[in-house]
């Protein structure tokens, strides 16, 4: 059949019968928000190509996870900012370290949130990688290897903490194997891997390096972060990360990449989260603010094409937003 027999227009008549036939739902129980933790007391510093977004300090920081939890977002990732700054990022896994601190004061304060402790090292090497550089044949590079043993060692103080989720997103090779393995060694078997499995190399994160002053003091991330052009080759890392144990894998950024989104989500029945990040944020709210988009209806839509292209989670900056507007009745 076709029209005029088939009329596709006849469900799109009223909201009560697009919502009967709507195949992509939106709901906060799966929005994670990003926050920065740096040292200090009574801390909210604005972060200027974030606006809306802060970097806190751990008292004022436990104050803001107390509010989103009220505002419906059931878990949080933890960004550390740190003033001591070394080639091979040793506070990363200090005991009193500014991310060990803020995990613990909130595990304490707020029991119910999920506190997920991004592991990585950029924000305390003081060249701004990810890793540990070695020269090789006259170029310093990232040494994949020895950077395993600094991620473990954070991750596993990340744990100790109190962290529910550690979620490595260095790109370094075989670091969910070995994550798993010493957070088991240690009897942590119920602390979750979240994956940055396909982590691009992307212009989109330019805000996020300001916001936690980690951008690299020369060159790129483009040696261990993913080359934009290619997508079979998230497949293959994501394929790599399950088997190491990760529970759940991460494609990032969101909206550039929802191609690559459907297609892991496709291939792995596995727990797929994405990260909407600081340049998709950034962009939105610059253009809402010159009264070029309508921010509310733009986030949703963006929110609503990541779920349909298959990511269960959403991580974005977005979150305590999302779960008000999407509380109110007739959206
Ligand atoms: C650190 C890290 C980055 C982001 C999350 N973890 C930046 C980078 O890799 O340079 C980006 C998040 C965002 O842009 O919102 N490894």
């Keep these: 059949m076709s029209f005029p027999e088939v009329r596709l227009r006849r469900l799109r008549r009223t909201e009560a019968l ?52 009220e505002a419906g977002v059931p878990a949080v990732l933890l960004f550390g900012i740190s003033p001591k700054k070394d080639p091979r990022g040793s506070e990363a896994c200090a005991e009193d370290g500014i991310m060990q601190e803020a995990v613990r004061n909130i595990k304490k304060a707020v029991p119910e949130m999920l506190v997920i402790a991004d592991v990585c090292l950029c924000a305390y090497t003081d060249h701004g990688h990810c890793g540990v550089i070695v020269e090789r044949r006259g170029e310093k590079v990232v040494d994949n290897d ?52 396909a982590k691009y190399a992307s212009s989109f994160y330019g805000p996020f390096r300001e916001a936690a002053e980690s951008a690299p003091g020369f060159g790129d ?19 790599l990360d399950i088997e190491e144990g990760a529970d759940i894998v991460m494609v990032k950024p969101a909206l550039a990449y929802l191609d690559v989104i459907h297609r892991v989500r496709e291939r792995f029945d596995v727990p797929l989260a994405t990260y909407s990040v600081s340049g998709e944020y950034a962009a939105v709210k610059a253009a809402s603010a010159n009264g070029w988009l309508d921010e509310r209806k733009v986030v949703l839509e963006i929110m609503t094409a990541i779920r349909r292209a298959g990511a269960d989670i959403i991580i974005t900056y977005w979150a305590p937003e999302i779960a008000g507007w999407l509380r109110e009745p007739g959206r």
């Design 18 to 69: 697009r919502g009967l036939v709507r195949r992509t739902d939106l709901s906060a129980d799966h929005l994670v928000m990003p926050l920065f933790v740096r040292p200090g007391s009574g801390v909210v510093e604005p972060i200027s190509a974030m606006p809306g977004q802060c970097q806190y300090s751990v008292d004022t920081l436990t104050e803001r996870v107390g509010r989103l939890s």
């Design 221 to 239: 991330r483009r040696g261990y972060q993913m080359d934009p052009a290619n997508a079979e080759e998230a497949l293959r890392e994501v394929a």
């Design 146 to 197: 020895a950077t395993l043993e600094r991620l473990v060692r954070t991750a596993l103080s990340h744990a100790h903490a109190g962290a529910d989720i550690v979620a490595p997103s260095d790109m370094m090779d075989g670091r969910v194997g070995a994550i798993r393995s010493a957070l088991d060694g240690e009897k942590l078997t119920d602390v979750c891997i979240m994956s940055y499995a």
